[in-house]
């Protein structure tokens, strides 16, 4: 199931700014550890996706 929400109400539920929902999407700012987890429970994406990231060095350095 697709889930579509607004970045305003993304920013709103993880305490950002929406510009910087923009930003992030485009991958012009860095991402914080806490903001990326804050991600992740707003989207109910589970932290375990992480893993495959961490453990396959092309998506991590791509």
Same mark, same amino acid.
Request: glycine share 4%.
């Given at each position: &199931?697709? &889930?579509?929400? #607004? $970045?305003? #109400?993304? %920013?709103?539920?993880?305490?950002?700014?929406? *510009?910087?929902? $923009?930003?992030?999407? *485009?991958?012009? #700012? *860095?991402?914080?550890?806490v903001t990326?987890?804050? =991600?992740?429970? %707003?989207?109910?994406i589970e932290?375990?996706?992480?893993d495959k990231? =961490?453990?396959?060095?092309?998506?991590?350095? #791509?």
């Amino acid at each position: &199931m697709l &889930m579509e929400i #607004s $970045r305003l #109400s993304l %920013a709103c539920d993880i305490g950002i700014d929406e *510009k910087q929902i $923009r930003r992030i999407e *485009k991958g012009e #700012s *860095k991402l914080p550890l806490v903001t990326l987890l804050k =991600l992740f429970k %707003a989207l109910k994406i589970e932290i375990t996706v992480l893993d495959k990231y =961490l453990k396959d060095e092309d998506l991590l350095c #791509s």
